[in-house]
Nanobody, 124 residues
Framework: QVQLVESGGGLVQAGGSLRLSCAAS????????MGWFRQSPGKEREFVAT????????YYGDSVKGRFTISRDNGKNTVYLQMNSLKPEDTAVYYC?????????????????WGQGTQVTVSS
């Protein structure tokens, strides 16, 4: 069982930056690939980024590639999402999730645990 708690969301102007954090409970954090997803009102949840168990590889959704960076600290049981050059269309609730799948899972169905989400609002 893993519990995930996101933090770091807020209001930022277009072009600005935010760093989201996701703290995981339990002693098996390094057994999970981690991912970030987001959901805007009226839209389906969208894949943002994922990172392997060791942190050696990452994979991004096309809409954030080159602007967002996912990283993890297994010693602190935490995964991060650094978001730069933010756009109004990045406004969403951001969720972190944990997957027992190997590799770089990008499908929601491959994730076993989810956080409650943190709101990110980008003003124009």
């Amino acid at each position: 069982q893993v519990q995930l708690v996101e933090s770091g969301g807020g209001l930022v102007q277009a072009g600005g930056s935010l760093r989201l954090s996701c703290a995981a409970s339990g002693r098996t954090f390094s057994s999970y690939a981690m991912g970030w997803f987001r959901q805007s009102p009226g839209k389906e949840r969208e894949f943002v980024a994922t990172i392997t168990r060791s942190g050696s590889s990452t994979y991004y959704g096309d809409s954030v590639k080159g602007r967002f960076t996912i990283s993890r600290d297994n010693g602190k049981n935490t995964v991060y999402l650094q978001m730069n050059s933010l756009k109004p269309e990045d406004t969403a609730v951001y969720y972190c999730a944990a997957s027992l799948s190997y590799g770089l899972p990008s499908k929601e169905v491959l994730y076993d645990y989810w956080g409650q989400g943190t709101q990110v609002t980008v003003s124009s």
